[in-house]
């Protein structure tokens, strides 16, 4: 393979001769260098100054996929890529005609084509030599494909944390030995007033002008944290210092150093993170005063942390309670507790001030010395500029003599209300014209009367019936007949239905009451509710049913549940998708809660159902029961209705059910009374569909079908799982590439009509359902892109977070399904989507074991213009190397990575930001504090690997 990038140097034939004669061992020349080539780990090719291979030893089958034999007597431009064999043949045309070699011919990199069609890069070393009279080239070959792959992880692992250094909300600075500043990010630069090329080389105490200590002393060297780790070798934490740059303000910085040893163990360099504090300092001194002003309060008052503990008191908290300061601090309100209040009250106070309101009422307490006292409490949070909780205030007002006051005058007043009140029987007071002057609590409650209305109210208001169900007219109830006869009427049983829908059973009394002319004045009528006694002996009856109809039905339940434990074993147990849905079948026929069971798979392409597993039928029946569904499903039948609406669907009492579709039909023929259908889903993706048969007349109630709801749930999670398992331990992967012209589809239609690039970027679920999209846009402004997937319905948000030109970066969110969540749902996990012209280019990786054919079924029926292009088999890369080239992301969790690479992606650690924390934060379905927090803590743990190593941290 010469050419312009060959290059080397010649040999004589006879070099060999010289080796084989120094060697001490009794060689054959020809037999020992034929064996030396056959059994090298490197491939072998030897070609005639017209590109025609003459040699080629065992190992080049293994890197090229050809023979030795399919090699020889061919040229070797059937293993150059098209674009590049003029180029090798005017290359081995010149060094034939002027011996003039333009590169170094040992370990040249090119790519070879693959017996298969695909391209490897190779390492190849080339000498030219002679033999028998003809001039020759021989190539040692070497497969760097894996060594490639490595080096593009790495320097993208390198690029990321570079990335991330630089645009990080923490100044980084790396100090050497000498004292100087040898790397500075731009927020360091920011926080000394200079660029970060202006700091390096600046010592660090030359720097930090006017440096004073947290008190606002003048800091001394010696105490300066950078030399304080270059003195003890230990790491300084969170030190607070203040500075003052030339042209600024006081500047107060929280640092944190480490050291970076050398190989000998010595200090080779100092990691510093520079955070500035100005603020929280301002706060503290803002807090300082605030607590002047409260020490001379006139009401007792408290500050907690966000945990309760009593930060500070003044000195009417100590007159009021009795509790000294240095009693109270580190405490909390708990030592005032009087066991006064119940769980419920303080759970209450406690909700309210940790969502930000403003808590007020009155609180018994006791002091120090166990006396009681009452205080009108208003206990309000403390929040930070970013709306964050930092510590609660309470205020206490004495009301303790206005309560003792207030309830001396209560008793008085209420005594005789009181004895009404608590009467067990309803009381009323029907005057001579028939309307109510009073009524008790009591009796209010048994008639369902408002207090505000009882004027409005008369006892015939409220139908009335008597003990055989019949009516009572208004003249014979007992308050009407104690008024017209003025004789007393004892214990007359009547129900009364009430406004709510309620009927009471009562014991009624009523006796006249004259006034001293003996002039019937008043009739008091009292109501005794007798519901519980009435209604017993009407219940029980029907709770002797009752308790029948539950014992069926538990028998029933244990069944089911007995029949779906074994099939959670199972599930747990099964390795591949044909294992899960056999043990399911085979758990569930065999049980005695249904009598057969099968699972068929939904086929897109024909609205069929392909069955897949089965137990409890032979295929006869089998085939004849899916022939039935499949006939059955364009009838409306269950098993379509379950796959469409995603919910269990039964029909019971086949015998006597006249809209039993044909598949159920086929099942009361062969002796069953119910069927039902459970579609197997998981994240909306439907998997399949379950079918069973019982002969119980009234199987599949509401409680059974929601217990096989949850079933075909955990199995659809089941099938999910095992795909994901499959492709997580494979040794190879399958490559699937897809074509896309749909319109309908919003980057295909915004790429045809703006004649633009677009390419995926990153794709994360965000809240209700939706997904974010991070794409770069090439060959169009952005916000044209963005105003054009707007015009969508399902295109919630799209915006710009770079634009330069005709190039930059957007950020979509959409809940409209798309050919990339199609494959995500199917288990493909995209690699590459590259959107053109109208066109969009979509490469994706699943594992070696999957159906691809149901995929593409699937993802047609949605996106009938998307078409399959090719399947092709690659080699996942080894364990250690994904290892090695991940080592930085290591201490992170999930979430945080997620945060970070979403953050990374939508510009938030640009500068100038391209999105805000709040913004990403809405994104993402998550609050801000939250969001911060994830930065913080990722940033840190990253900075933490980076002070761990210093080949790292110094890039």
């Given at each position: 393979m010469t050419g312009d990038n060959d290059g080397g140097t010649s040999s004589s034939a006879h070099g060999n001769e010289d080796v084989v004669s120094r060697?001490?061992?009794d060689l054959d020349d020809a037999t020992f260098f034929q064996t030396l080539a056959a059994n090298t780990s490197e491939g072998l090719?030897?070609?005639?100054?017209?590109?025609?291979?003459?040699?080629?030893?065992?190992?080049?089958?293994?890197?090229?996929?050809?023979s030795p034999e399919e090699l020889v007597g061919t040229s070797k431009m059937d293993l150059i890529p098209e674009r590049l064999r003029s180029a090798h043949a005017e290359g081995l045309r010149r060094y034939l005609e002027t011996g003039e070699k333009h590169f170094d011919w040992d370990g040249v990199e090119l790519p070879a084509l693959h017996k298969d069609g695909h391209e490897v890069p190779i390492s190849i070393s080339l000498r030219e030599h002679e033999y028998d009279g003809q001039r020759l080239f021989t190539g040692i070959i070497r497969d760097i494909t894996d060594q490639k792959a490595y080096e593009e992880?790495?320097?993208?692992?390198r690029d990321t944390v570079q990335q991330l250094l630089e645009t990080s909300p923490i100044g980084i600075t790396v100090i050497d030995s000498k004292g100087e500043i040898v790397r500075a990010n731009t927020y360091a630069g920011v926080l000394y007033d200079r660029s970060p090329d202006e700091l390096r080389g600046e010592s660090y105490e030359s720097i930090d002008q006017k440096v004073v200590s947290v008190a606002e002393e003048p800091l001394s060297p010696e105490d300066h944290p950078i030399t304080r780790v270059f003195v003890t070798g230990e790491p300084v934490y969170d030190t607070v210092i203040g500075i003052k740059p030339t042209a600024g303000k006081r500047t107060w910085l929280s640092v944190s150093a480490a050291p970076i040893r050398g190989p000998d163990g010595s200090i080779d360099r100092v990691i510093t993170a520079l955070e500035d504090v100005t603020e929280r300092k301002q706060r503290e001194q803002r807090l300082r005063a605030f607590r002047e002003a409260l020490d001379h309060a006139g009401h007792s008052i408290y500050l907690t942390d966000t945990d309760g503990t009593i930060e500070y008191v003044n000195a009417a908290f100590e007159e009021q309670t009795g509790y000294a300061v240095e009693e109270a601090l580190g405490e909390t309100p708990q030592i005032l507790n009087s066991g006064e209040h119940d769980n419920p009250f303080y759970a209450d106070l406690w909700e309210t001030i940790l969502s930000g309101e403003t808590w007020t009422g009155e609180v018994i307490n006791q002091r120090k010395s166990g006396e009681t006292y009452t205080v009108n409490q208003t206990v309000a949070p403390i929040t930070t500029a970013d709306g964050d909780i930092e510590r609660f205030i309470a205020v206490n007002v004495d009301v303790t003599e206005q309560k003792e006051r207030e309830r001396t005058i209560t008793r008085q007043r209420n005594t005789l209300q009181q004895l009404l009140e608590t009467s067990p029987s309803g009381i009323m007071v029907v005057d001579a014209d028939g309307e109510i002057t009073r009524i008790n609590g009591r009796g209010r409650e048994i008639l369902d009367i408002h207090e505000e209305r009882i004027d409005e109210y008369t006892p015939e208001d409220r139908p009335t019936y008597d003990e055989e169900g019949q009516p009572v007219p208004a003249d014979e109830h007992p308050f009407a007949v104690a008024l017209e006869t003025g004789t007393v009427v004892e214990d007359r049983i009547l129900k009364v239905e009430r406004p709510d829908g309620e009927s009471r059973w009562l014991s009624v009394s009523a006796a006249p009451v004259f006034d001293e002319d003996g002039t019937l004045d008043?009739?008091?009528?009292?109501a005794e509710d007798i519901t519980a006694l009435e209604e017993s002996k009407r219940t029980l009856a029907q709770q002797r049913d009752t308790l029948e109809h539950q014992r069926n039905t538990l028998e029933r339940l244990h069944k089911i549940i007995t029949s779906l434990n074994s099939i959670h074993h199972a599930i747990v147990r099964a390795s591949t998708r044909d294992e899960l849905e056999q043990q399911v079948c085979d758990s569930l026929g065999s049980s005695e809660a249904y009598a057969e069971a099968w699972i068929g798979e939904y086929v897109v392409?024909?609205?069929?159902?392909r069955p897949s597993a089965w137990a409890g039928l032979t295929e006869e029946t089998l085939s004849d029961e899916v022939a039935a569904v499949n006939e059955a499903d364009s009838r409306d039948g269950i098993t379509k209705k379950a796959l469409q609406s995603g919910d269990v669907q039964a029909v019971q009492n086949l015998?006597?059910?006249?809209?039993?579709?044909m598949a159920s039909g086929y099942a009361h023929r062969r002796g069953y009374n119910a069927a039902a259908a459970v579609p197997l889903t998981y994240r909306g993706t439907v998997y399949g569909v379950l079918r069973l048969h019982s002969d119980r007349a009234f199987a599949f109630d509401e409680n059974e079908r929601h217990l096989l709801g949850e079933l075909g749930e955990r199995i659809g999670h089941a099938i999910y799982a095992t795909k994901n398992r499959q492709l997580l331990h494979a040794e190879t992967r399958v490559e699937l590439e897809f074509r896309c012209t749909d319109s309908d589809v919003p980057v295909i239609d915004v790429t045809e009509h703006l004649d633009c690039r677009l390419s995926l970027k990153k794709t994360t679920p965000a809240s209700e359902g939706a997904f974010v999209y991070y794409i770069d846009v090439e060959g169009a402004p952005p916000e044209h892109v963005c105003d054009r997937l707007e015009t969508f319905s399902g295109v919630d948000l799209a915006r710009p977070l770079q634009a330069t030109g005709d190039t930059g970066r957007i950020e979509c969110r959409a809940t409209s399904s798309s050919p990339v969540l199609t494959l995500i749902k199917e288990g493909v996990t995209p690699n590459s989507v590259v959107v053109e012209d109208g066109i969009g280019r979509i490469i994706g990786e699943t594992a070696p074991e999957t159906n691809i054919r149901p995929i593409i079924e699937r993802l047609q029926a949605t996106f009938p213009e998307t078409e399959f292009v090719s399947k092709r088999t690659v080699t996942q890369s080894t364990a250690a190397e994904n290892a090695d080239s991940e080592t930085v992301f290591e201490s992170l969790t999930d979430r945080q990575q997620e945060v970070l690479e979403v953050a990374y992606h939508a510009g938030y650690f640009d500068s100038p930001r391209r999105a805000s924390g709040e913004e990403i934060a809405e994104t993402l379905g998550i609050s801000s504090a939250t969001f911060y927090?994830?930065?913080?803590?990722?940033?840190?743990?990253?900075l933490d690997e980076l002070a761990a190593d210093g080949s790292s941290a110094t890039g």
């Amino acid at each position: 393979m010469t050419g312009d990038n060959d290059g080397g140097t010649s040999s004589s034939a006879h070099g060999n001769e010289d080796v084989v004669s120094r060697s001490p061992l009794d060689l054959d020349d020809a037999t020992f260098f034929q064996t030396l080539a056959a059994n090298t780990s490197e491939g072998l090719l030897t070609l005639d100054t017209e590109s025609t291979i003459v040699y080629a030893n065992p190992a080049v089958e293994r890197i090229l996929g050809y023979s030795p034999e399919e090699l020889v007597g061919t040229s070797k431009m059937d293993l150059i890529p098209e674009r590049l064999r003029s180029a090798h043949a005017e290359g081995l045309r010149r060094y034939l005609e002027t011996g003039e070699k333009h590169f170094d011919w040992d370990g040249v990199e090119l790519p070879a084509l693959h017996k298969d069609g695909h391209e490897v890069p190779i390492s190849i070393s080339l000498r030219e030599h002679e033999y028998d009279g003809q001039r020759l080239f021989t190539g040692i070959i070497r497969d760097i494909t894996d060594q490639k792959a490595y080096e593009e992880k790495l320097q993208y692992e390198r690029d990321t944390v570079q990335q991330l250094l630089e645009t990080s909300p923490i100044g980084i600075t790396v100090i050497d030995s000498k004292g100087e500043i040898v790397r500075a990010n731009t927020y360091a630069g920011v926080l000394y007033d200079r660029s970060p090329d202006e700091l390096r080389g600046e010592s660090y105490e030359s720097i930090d002008q006017k440096v004073v200590s947290v008190a606002e002393e003048p800091l001394s060297p010696e105490d300066h944290p950078i030399t304080r780790v270059f003195v003890t070798g230990e790491p300084v934490y969170d030190t607070v210092i203040g500075i003052k740059p030339t042209a600024g303000k006081r500047t107060w910085l929280s640092v944190s150093a480490a050291p970076i040893r050398g190989p000998d163990g010595s200090i080779d360099r100092v990691i510093t993170a520079l955070e500035d504090v100005t603020e929280r300092k301002q706060r503290e001194q803002r807090l300082r005063a605030f607590r002047e002003a409260l020490d001379h309060a006139g009401h007792s008052i408290y500050l907690t942390d966000t945990d309760g503990t009593i930060e500070y008191v003044n000195a009417a908290f100590e007159e009021q309670t009795g509790y000294a300061v240095e009693e109270a601090l580190g405490e909390t309100p708990q030592i005032l507790n009087s066991g006064e209040h119940d769980n419920p009250f303080y759970a209450d106070l406690w909700e309210t001030i940790l969502s930000g309101e403003t808590w007020t009422g009155e609180v018994i307490n006791q002091r120090k010395s166990g006396e009681t006292y009452t205080v009108n409490q208003t206990v309000a949070p403390i929040t930070t500029a970013d709306g964050d909780i930092e510590r609660f205030i309470a205020v206490n007002v004495d009301v303790t003599e206005q309560k003792e006051r207030e309830r001396t005058i209560t008793r008085q007043r209420n005594t005789l209300q009181q004895l009404l009140e608590t009467s067990p029987s309803g009381i009323m007071v029907v005057d001579a014209d028939g309307e109510i002057t009073r009524i008790n609590g009591r009796g209010r409650e048994i008639l369902d009367i408002h207090e505000e209305r009882i004027d409005e109210y008369t006892p015939e208001d409220r139908p009335t019936y008597d003990e055989e169900g019949q009516p009572v007219p208004a003249d014979e109830h007992p308050f009407a007949v104690a008024l017209e006869t003025g004789t007393v009427v004892e214990d007359r049983i009547l129900k009364v239905e009430r406004p709510d829908g309620e009927s009471r059973w009562l014991s009624v009394s009523a006796a006249p009451v004259f006034d001293e002319d003996g002039t019937l004045d008043r009739v008091i009528t009292t109501a005794e509710d007798i519901t519980a006694l009435e209604e017993s002996k009407r219940t029980l009856a029907q709770q002797r049913d009752t308790l029948e109809h539950q014992r069926n039905t538990l028998e029933r339940l244990h069944k089911i549940i007995t029949s779906l434990n074994s099939i959670h074993h199972a599930i747990v147990r099964a390795s591949t998708r044909d294992e899960l849905e056999q043990q399911v079948c085979d758990s569930l026929g065999s049980s005695e809660a249904y009598a057969e069971a099968w699972i068929g798979e939904y086929v897109v392409a024909d609205e069929t159902v392909r069955p897949s597993a089965w137990a409890g039928l032979t295929e006869e029946t089998l085939s004849d029961e899916v022939a039935a569904v499949n006939e059955a499903d364009s009838r409306d039948g269950i098993t379509k209705k379950a796959l469409q609406s995603g919910d269990v669907q039964a029909v019971q009492n086949l015998s006597n059910n006249s809209m039993a579709t044909m598949a159920s039909g086929y099942a009361h023929r062969r002796g069953y009374n119910a069927a039902a259908a459970v579609p197997l889903t998981y994240r909306g993706t439907v998997y399949g569909v379950l079918r069973l048969h019982s002969d119980r007349a009234f199987a599949f109630d509401e409680n059974e079908r929601h217990l096989l709801g949850e079933l075909g749930e955990r199995i659809g999670h089941a099938i999910y799982a095992t795909k994901n398992r499959q492709l997580l331990h494979a040794e190879t992967r399958v490559e699937l590439e897809f074509r896309c012209t749909d319109s309908d589809v919003p980057v295909i239609d915004v790429t045809e009509h703006l004649d633009c690039r677009l390419s995926l970027k990153k794709t994360t679920p965000a809240s209700e359902g939706a997904f974010v999209y991070y794409i770069d846009v090439e060959g169009a402004p952005p916000e044209h892109v963005c105003d054009r997937l707007e015009t969508f319905s399902g295109v919630d948000l799209a915006r710009p977070l770079q634009a330069t030109g005709d190039t930059g970066r957007i950020e979509c969110r959409a809940t409209s399904s798309s050919p990339v969540l199609t494959l995500i749902k199917e288990g493909v996990t995209p690699n590459s989507v590259v959107v053109e012209d109208g066109i969009g280019r979509i490469i994706g990786e699943t594992a070696p074991e999957t159906n691809i054919r149901p995929i593409i079924e699937r993802l047609q029926a949605t996106f009938p213009e998307t078409e399959f292009v090719s399947k092709r088999t690659v080699t996942q890369s080894t364990a250690a190397e994904n290892a090695d080239s991940e080592t930085v992301f290591e201490s992170l969790t999930d979430r945080q990575q997620e945060v970070l690479e979403v953050a990374y992606h939508a510009g938030y650690f640009d500068s100038p930001r391209r999105a805000s924390g709040e913004e990403i934060a809405e994104t993402l379905g998550i609050s801000s504090a939250t969001f911060y927090q994830h930065v913080r803590k990722g940033s840190r743990k990253l900075l933490d690997e980076l002070a761990a190593d210093g080949s790292s941290a110094t890039g």
